[in-house]
């Protein structure tokens, strides 16, 4: 899987919006973006994921750039239980991919503040 | 019923002790998956079962031994491991092509 970079940690307020980066400038044209998150002591998490339009669902909206180096996860209203570790993952979907395999990086921590 | 249930959810064990991780899900999934996260880092590939048959092996040591009886079941058999064998044992399940992995709360290791 091609590598992402996000920041380390972040920190939004209740009931804010929360944008959540993600650079990778190294996709290629089968990766698809995969969002996923943890919360503390839980298994990781399905958000989103995409390919190149922007997605919604209910838990968040995925904006993907017009050359698909980069990605943010915006959660629209932060909440507490919204407190977790991020992982932008990119996940190769063409035949000849390991399509099998989420490979994690290091996330981003979300510190959300009542 | 979108859930992945591991069992125990704590386990302590000895060196030299025969132990062994379970995991089942009713999602109909044919994938599934054994993670291991260390505290503080994000969540390592370990094992993956396509159709109840090994697919990958993410050159994991021989005291770590998978096995998929069935389409719904997953184990882990553990045997002479380490102190740094200590850790969350996640397990996780899809469609063989999904797009969604689901993940069991984990199961947490610790050898002593």
């Known amino acids: 899987d091609a590598k992402t970079t996000q920041p380390n940690s972040m920190e939004s307020n209740e009931e804010e919006p929360v944008h959540l980066p993600c650079n990778h400038s190294?996709?290629?044209?089968?990766?698809?973006i995969h969002w996923y998150r943890q919360l503390p002591s839980q298994g990781p998490e399905y958000v989103i994921h995409g390919l190149t339009s922007n997605v919604n669902n209910r838990m968040a909206s995925l904006a993907i750039a017009e050359d698909r180096k980069s990605s943010t996860l915006i959660l629209h209203r932060a909440t507490l239980r919204d407190a977790a570790v991020y992982y932008c993952i990119l996940r190769d979907r063409g035949s000849g991919g390991s399509n099998y395999k989420l490979t994690f990086g290091k996330g981003t921590l979300l510190t959300v503040n009542p | 019923d979108t859930e992945v249930t591991q069992t125990p959810k704590h386990l302590v064990m000895g060196m030299t002790n025969k132990k062994s991780l379970k995991c089942e899900q009713h999602?109909?999934?044919?994938?599934m998956y054994w993670y291991k996260q260390k505290a503080k880092k994000p969540p390592e590939l370990m094992f993956v079962y396509s159709y109840e048959k090994l697919s990958i092996n993410e050159s994991v040591p021989s005291r770590f031994s998978p096995e998929c009886p069935n389409s719904s079941l997953l184990n882990l058999h553990l045997h002479a491991l380490q102190p740094e064998d200590s850790a969350l044992y996640l397990c996780a399940s899809s469609q063989v092509r999904g797009n969604t992995i689901y993940f069991g709360e984990g199961s947490w290791l610790t050898v002593v």
């Open positions: 999602m109909g999934h044919r994938a």
């Open positions: 190294t996709i290629s044209g089968t990766d698809y």
